[in-house]
């Protein structure tokens, strides 16, 4: 087996094998990988079998991306497209390339990375864990507040494009955790053409926006119509009237569709602009529990080089803080040793340590931990860490973070 970067002359058999496995026209996959705003096709990696009558066996691709996590703007390596031929599947094609994926993100600098899984258990091999919460919900129009501030929403145009990119980058900067900053060739070739059904919150200044989908739910009764329903693709606000507008509007489309679908972050407080959180056709069976929402279990994440990720967490803890943290990685070793952290005023410094240690677990559950979907304390609860009670408290307030986030435009 021989793993290469890919060139140009890869291109067909790239195409022809991503059509394959993922049953898409072969075509468009090819004009996505030639040309793509957010990759090239040197960011592809392919492998080579003897013997085989394809001229490649398998490939994956890490796509360089840049998040907004805690404030702080850093790269991260998005892995995707990771295929194989059928017929040499189950011999660990994937796995290996997987395996050479991991050195090379290490060696190119990646702090993480991130991908969504076909099938968690494959990649939790490879240090990934699951940190990608998030929220479907399915509510009438009905069920909305009826917010005043509707009045300054109006339909999107053409010359509102710069305004809703410089929305979504000031919410990503803020507010976004594990968010990939979305570049303008991504918006103008691949975001911006979905805008036909987009409103925005304009009281002089647009703050905020929302992308809906019209679609026909599937019929259910026969020799009735299936609903017509809304999927809402894309909603941000900057302050708290530009909420109360946006769902305030779509409150008032009650004559036109009965269903409204949002994937929401796990933390987002769709209850506060709802009049009865409970699924639409509640029969009061029982009051002590409503359903809303169902749980949508998203992306993955990897730390891919311990102290450099650790050195990105500016935290504006008033008291010095040091503590001594070890993370196992059996696919990335160099990963795996004694790191004294000291974090003061906004700086963290890590270096090896001979100290004794305070906390220790291992790759995946650090990633959980990294990104704010596991408290510290929690993993030492479940048994998934070990550690001083002391420390954990403020292990636990150096980690917080907001529910890590990825917009359904930016899914890759
Ligand atoms: C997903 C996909 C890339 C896996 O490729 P693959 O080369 O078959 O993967 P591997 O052989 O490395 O691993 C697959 C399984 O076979 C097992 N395996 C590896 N070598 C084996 C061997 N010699 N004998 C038996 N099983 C083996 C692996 O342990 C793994 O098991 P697990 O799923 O329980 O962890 C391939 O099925 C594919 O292209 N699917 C369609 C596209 C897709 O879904 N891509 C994933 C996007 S995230």
């Not at 570049?183 to 975001?191: E, H, K, Q, Y």
């Not at 993370?327 to 004294?340: A, E, V, W, Y």
Request: charged residues 25%; proline residues 5%; neutral net charge.
């Amino acid at each position: 087996m021989i793993i290469r970067q890919a060139t140009g002359s890869d291109a067909d058999a790239i195409a022809t094998l991503l059509s394959k496995s993922f049953l898409e026209d072969t075509a468009i996959v090819r004009v996505s990988i030639e040309n793509n705003p957010r990759y090239s096709i040197s960011n592809m990696y392919v492998i080579e079998e003897k013997g085989l009558s394809e001229k490649i066996a398998g490939c994956l691709r890490i796509t360089p991306f840049e998040i907004c996590t805690r404030g702080v703007k850093t790269t991260m390596a998005g892995i995707a497209a990771v295929a194989v031929q059928p017929e040499v599947r189950r011999r660990g094609i994937a796995e290996a390339l997987m395996e050479e994926a991991l050195r090379k993100m290490y060696e190119m600098g990646y702090p993480v990375s991130m991908l969504f899984p076909f099938k968690q258990h494959f990649y939790k091999k490879f240090g990934y864990a699951y940190v990608g919460n998030m929220m479907q919900y399915e509510f009438s129009p009905g069920n909305l507040m009826n917010f005043e501030e509707r009045s300054f929403v109006r339909p999107f145009t053409k010359a509102d494009k710069g305004k809703v990119k410089k929305v979504l980058l000031q919410e990503v900067q803020t507010h976004g955790s594990f968010t990939p900053v979305r570049n303008d060739g991504f918006w103008d070739l691949v975001v911006l053409p979905k805008f036909k059904d987009a409103y925005v919150y304009d009281t002089g200044e647009v703050k905020g926006y929302v992308v809906l989908e019209f679609y026909k739910e599937a019929t259910t009764v026969i020799g009735q119509p299936g609903e017509q329903a809304i999927n809402i693709k894309e909603f941000v606000g900057l302050d708290a009237a530009a909420h109360r507008s946006l769902w305030g509007f779509l409150a008032a489309l009650g004559e036109q569709v009965t269903k409204i679908r949002f994937l929401a972050p796990a933390d987002y407080p769709l209850h506060s602009f709802l009049k009865e959180p409970r699924e639409r056709d509640y029969r009061r069976l029982f009051f002590e529990y409503k359903t809303f929402s169902t749980l949508a279990s998203g992306f993955m994440l990897r730390v891919i080089n311990v102290p450099d990720s650790l050195r990105n967490l500016r935290h504006s803890l008033e008291l010095p803080m040091d503590f001594v943290i070890r993370i196992n990685d059996g696919n990335l070793p160099q990963n795996s040793q004694n790191l004294n952290v000291h974090v003061h005023n906004g700086e963290t410094t890590v270096e090896e340590t001979r100290r004794p240690l305070q906390f220790e677990t291992e790759i995946g559950i650090f990633s959980q931990i990294y990104s704010g979907f596991l408290k510290p304390s929690d993993a030492l609860k479940y048994g998934f860490a070990s550690g001083e009670l002391g420390i954990i408290q403020k292990l636990d307030e150096l980690f917080k973070a907001p529910a890590p986030f990825i917009y359904q435009y930016d899914i890759f």
